[in-house]
């Protein structure tokens, strides 16, 4: 049986080219579970699959895709059967392992969790690996004393998938959120998610000279990284914590340790790849309660495979709004 997908190969030491390709089933790699997707999306580490020297990829050819979502064609694990509605997000699928830009995805069953009730898969993807990040951001700060009643959240790349969703389930849950992003005509649409205020890039994304500064922040969703990490650790509230998402800015966190030392402040690393399951299958039932569905659609972008490598590129450059959902058989 033939299916379509996205195949990344690359010619000599620097040049990589995507195109839809028609694979077969035994051109699948291992795995116990074969599912026939549905939905996928477009993400910043998929668009640094496509990118030579993206540093993601180790054996070529290959399918990107990080996350997935559609139903159980064949399984051996008796967790699934046929006709299972599921959910994968991590685990180097789309890295290491082939991912979600195919209509057919075999994988190990332990890296799936089920669909939840009330989700489509449609919306389990405008959710994705971007949601689970943001819930799994909301969890960590709330499991270090975050309420409602301490102040403002900072969600900082508030007009990305993981912004996007954590302003949206923060305003739903009772939080007030303040949203940074450096595009002024997305403030509409962070307002329309929940947002209490909009800030503006440039008021946080600079270093500052003071290792302290005026307390501001009851806690943080930081999906950027960088300068714009560090100048906000200096002006959270006393005890607060940032949950740190994304590397978008860069890896280097220009601080010093007298946040840490004496205002008690927590940087809170997350990690949505390789979730212990029922950690994954909680977060996911959060995921599905927690966020009001009805933002979804405003939130989503719909695509096929055909100009996913054109939107990877986009996405690196910082001008995707929200979620893109691709249909895999569009």
């Known amino acids: ?25 035994d ?8 599912v026939a997707v549905e939905y996928t999306t477009v993400n910043y ?28 064609e064949s399984s051996s694990d008796s967790r699934y059967k046929p006709g299972d509605k599921v959910v994968l997000t991590g685990w180097r699928v789309g890295e290491t392992h082939w991912g979600g830009y195919s209509q057919k995805a075999r994988v190990d069953a332990d890296w799936l969790v089920p669909l939840p009730d009330g989700l489509t898969t449609k919306q389990a993807m405008a959710i994705g690996t971007a949601g689970l990040a943001a819930i799994l951001a909301i969890v960590a700060l709330e499991d270090h004393g975050l309420e409602p009643d301490r102040g403002e959240v900072l969600v900082t790349g508030a007009a990305g998938g993981v912004g996007s969703i954590a302003t949206a389930i923060l305003a739903n849950i009772g939080y007030d959120v303040a949203a940074v992003t450096g595009r002024p005509q997305a403030a ?14 440039e008021e946080i994304d600079t270093v500052s000279k003071r290792p302290l500064e005026s307390e501001t922040w009851a806690g943080c969703v930081d999906a950027v990284g960088g300068a714009m990490l560090a100048r906000v650790i200096g002006q959270l509230k006393y005890g607060a914590s940032v949950a740190a998402v994304g590397l978008a800015g860069g890896a280097t966190l220009p601080t010093s340790v007298i946040p840490f030392l004496l205002r008690g402040v927590n940087l809170l690393g997350i990690d949505s790849v390789m979730q212990p ?14 966020l009001p569905l009805e ?19 986009q996405i690196l450059k910082g001008q995707v709004k929200g979620r893109i959902v691709v249909d895999v058989n569009a």
């Open 277 to 290: 399951y029922q950690r994954r299958v909680r977060a996911w039932q959060r995921l599905a309660t927690d």
């Open 45 to 72: 580490k998929d668009g640094l699959c496509m990118r030579a020297g993206g540093g993601l990829v180790r054996s070529y050819p290959h399918v990107p895709g990080i996350d997935f979502a559609g139903t159980v």
């Open 188 to 201: 509409d649409y962070l307002t329309s998610l929940g947002a209490n205020r909009i800030v503006a890039r």
């Open 1 to 25: 049986m033939t299916f379509r997908a996205l195949v990344v190969d690359k010619q000599g030491d620097s040049e990589v080219s995507a195109a839809v390709q028609t694979l077969t089933e």
């Open 27 to 34: 051109q699948l790699p291992a795995g116990n579970v074969t």
């Open 295 to 313: 933002k979804l659609d405003g939130m989503i972008q719909q695509a096929n495979l055909a100009v996913v490598p054109s939107l990877g590129d």
